[in-house]
């Protein structure tokens, strides 16, 4: 099974970046797409559907703000959309498909960086999705979630870490975070399980020649639940073609969906 993982920053803009001529080439089962700034009915276009993959969207109710959607090639078991709480259900931040062996989740956490309020409201989402994935651990069936994260886990997903780490997205509390998720409870990252590498990042900053100059953070990830550990068997941030500031991540698990 080949899921991909995308932060369109608007998945116009991405199309109009040759997105979804790459897209259909991937031959991925699950396509999970963040932050499209686009409501599903704005999106009836056949660019927007195309061949062999059913769309599923979670629209915010603001115009022309966040919003997910999964494209998958097999019709699944239910979809479920927010997971109950306004941070969440209000923005269109999180939906969620069941298949047979595995749910797959697209999801995104909103940023801290624009103001010490949005810093707030980014640390509230996080406890409740903490709560979350504690409940999903109950559950007896495996999980992969998804999406923008914004928090870069370690200093290896950092560049010039030491001096950002009074920064949203490298604060201490945040980093602990993500650490009770991949360390405590549990979870693994997926992408970490087969590259160690330092400087593999999926986002840089549009300033500078951030992106040629590879200066930037790990902030989409694909979580996984543990069973899932050995199943990782290849990893990819695709950095050829640039269809936003993010990078698609590209990740093959040797499970039937």
């Known amino acids: 099974m080949r899921v991909i993982t995308f932060n369109t920053q608007g998945i116009e803009q991405a199309a109009k970046n040759g997105f979804?001529?790459?897209m259909v080439q991937q031959d991925a089962d699950v396509i999970c797409l963040q932050d499209l700034r686009a409501k599903e009915y704005?999106?009836?276009?056949?660019?927007y559907h195309p061949e062999g993959y059913y769309p599923y969207f979670f629209d915010?109710?603001?115009?022309?703000y966040s919003g997910v959607a999964i494209y998958t090639r097999h019709v699944p078991k239910a979809i479920m959309t927010g997971l109950g709480f306004e941070l969440c259900d209000f923005h269109g931040r999180f939906i969620q498909a069941d298949f047979d062996k595995v749910s797959v989740s697209s999801l995104s956490i909103p940023s801290g960086l624009a103001s010490e309020e949005a810093q707030a409201v980014k640390e509230e989402y996080m406890e409740h999705f903490l709560g979350h994935m504690k409940k999903t651990l109950r559950k007896r069936r495996d999980f992969i979630?998804?999406?923008?994260y914004n928090v870069a886990h370690k200093p290896v997903d950092l560049s010039n870490w030491y001096v950002n780490q009074s920064v949203s997205g490298f604060l201490p509390?945040?980093?602990e975070w993500m650490e009770e998720i991949v360390g405590e409870m549990?979870?693994?990252?997926a992408f970490r399980e087969i590259n160690k590498a330092e400087r593999q990042y999926t986002w840089w900053?549009?300033?500078?020649r951030a992106r040629v100059l590879n200066e930037g953070a790990r902030l989409d990830y694909q979580i996984t639940t543990a069973n899932l550990r050995k199943t990782v068997k290849s990893v990819q941030v695709y950095r050829d073609q640039m269809f936003s500031e993010h990078a698609p991540v590209i990740i093959d698990y040797?499970?039937?969906i």
Do not use: K, M
Request: glycine share 10%; with cysteine; net charge negative.
């Open 20 to 22: 979804f001529d790459w």
């Open 42 to 47: 704005q999106l009836d276009d056949e660019l």
């Open 60 to 64: 915010a109710f603001e115009d022309g």
């Open 145 to 148: 979630f998804c999406g923008t």
């Open 173 to 175: 509390n945040e980093r």
């Open 186 to 189: 549990g979870y693994v990252d």
């Open 205 to 208: 900053p549009d300033y500078n």
């Open 254 to 256: 040797a499970i039937d």
